[in-house]
């Protein structure tokens, strides 16, 4: 069965004909350079902490989470992995007459309102126009249309009681959206969720965070990942940064001990990693150019702007056939695109890695298409 996420190396290995181990995996966006040492190292000191029950409410977490942001602690909810307080989303948008999400959307977002039942508006992003600078995949306001939107605002006319969903940087497209740009959604909507699961790779100056709002507006719930960034999806660990009433709420629905006491450790420690924050910072804009520019270079392929640590690139030839042949020929996995119905078999997704894995790439792709 064709798998709806990245990063399934048993079945890649399957395929391929090898242990997953020997498979280079560019479907996964993960950080190249992770773990940090910092993470190793403070999963070994607490190897002890295995034979007690993690603090239930996170305190030593949550502070530090909030000394990074600058919010109090109580407007921090940890999770088991992003995806985790996704369903919590999920519900309270189900509650609403409407959602209006962003399309081509990561499949957890539809697992997550199917769950509850909400009824789901699909906003189709306009792939080819309204790009605000393709060199830097940055977008403007006529990148998105919603359905049955006011021509002039590009707001729903009755959006008092719906939601809006989006992710920023957006999966799969990597574009960005600026603050500004979302900023009339949160006037209008009664809830609006941000994804900003990819918005560690930005450098300060570039990113667009809408953190700095969330104390303005308490229909505002903003979703962050620890584990693209840090490279450990293995722990599962992401937080929402929301009203603290609404994460009260979250917190009486969902199970104890959400986030087990190794993910904590290395967390805590991650945050506080500057000298790991700026390598990867500096490193992804030289690294994903080279990256784009080796892809424009062959025939049927055409890789899209991004600001993100991956590229969607269309494709002349059927996706899933290229991912079967760089499977059984190179032991490389890249994402093809099945799972986003507006994508299809036109289009793939690659996660930028290190430059030597890169020209692997690239060179197994010349060698399939030519």
């Not at 937080?239 to 709420?249: G, M, N, S, V």
């Not at 629905?253 to 805590?268: E, K, M, Q, S």
């Not at 424009?296 to 055409?302: D, K, M, T």
């Amino acid at each position: 069965m064709q798998p709806v996420h990245g990063g399934n190396l048993a079945w890649a290995a399957a395929i391929a004909g090898c242990s997953w181990e020997a498979i280079l995996d560019f479907s996964a966006s993960i950080n190249p350079l992770g773990p940090p040492q910092s993470a190793i190292a403070a999963i070994q000191s607490a190897l002890s902490q295995l034979s007690s029950y993690p603090d239930p409410n996170y305190g030593e977490l949550r502070t530090a989470l909030a000394q990074v942001h600058q919010l109090p602690p109580e407007w921090i909810l940890p999770g088991n992995g992003s995806a985790e307080l996704l369903t919590w989303a999920g519900w309270d948008l189900s509650e609403l007459a409407a959602t209006y999400l962003i399309t081509p959307a990561f499949s957890d977002y539809w697992r997550a309102l199917k769950a509850f039942g909400a009824k789901v508006v699909s906003c189709p992003l306009d792939l080819e126009m309204g790009v605000g600078n393709r060199e830097s995949g940055v977008v403007g306001a006529d990148f998105l249309r919603l359905p049955g939107c006011d021509p002039k605002s590009n707001i729903p006319l009755a959006p008092s009681n719906s939601g809006f969903l989006l992710n920023n940087p957006h999966n799969p497209t990597g574009r960005l959206w600026r603050r500004a740009e979302i900023l009339p959604y949160l006037e209008q909507f009664a809830l609006v969720v941000v994804d900003e699961a990819f918005m560690d790779f930005l450098l300060p100056a570039q990113e667009q965070s809408l953190i700095p709002l969330v104390q303005k507006y308490p229909n505002l719930v903003i979703l962050r990942s620890l584990t693209k960034f840090y490279s450990l999806p293995g722990l599962r660990l992401g937080y929402a940064i929301a009203h603290p009433d609404r994460l009260r709420c979250w917190l009486a629905r969902r199970d104890p001990w959400a986030v087990n006491a190794l993910a904590v450790a290395a967390a805590i420690a991650v945050l506080q990693d500057t000298q790991f924050q700026q390598q990867t910072r500096e490193w992804l804009p030289p690294t994903r150019l080279q990256l784009e520019q080796g892809l424009s270079q062959i025939s049927g392929l055409q890789p899209l702007p991004s600001t993100a640590n991956f590229l969607l690139v269309e494709s002349e030839r059927p996706s899933s056939a290229l991912q079967q042949q760089l499977l059984k020929h190179e032991r490389i996995l890249i994402r093809d695109c099945l799972s986003f119905p507006e994508l299809g078999d036109r289009y793939f997704r690659i996660a930028v890695r290190s430059t030597s894995e890169n020209e692997r790439l690239i060179e197994a792709l010349w060698q399939i298409t030519t």
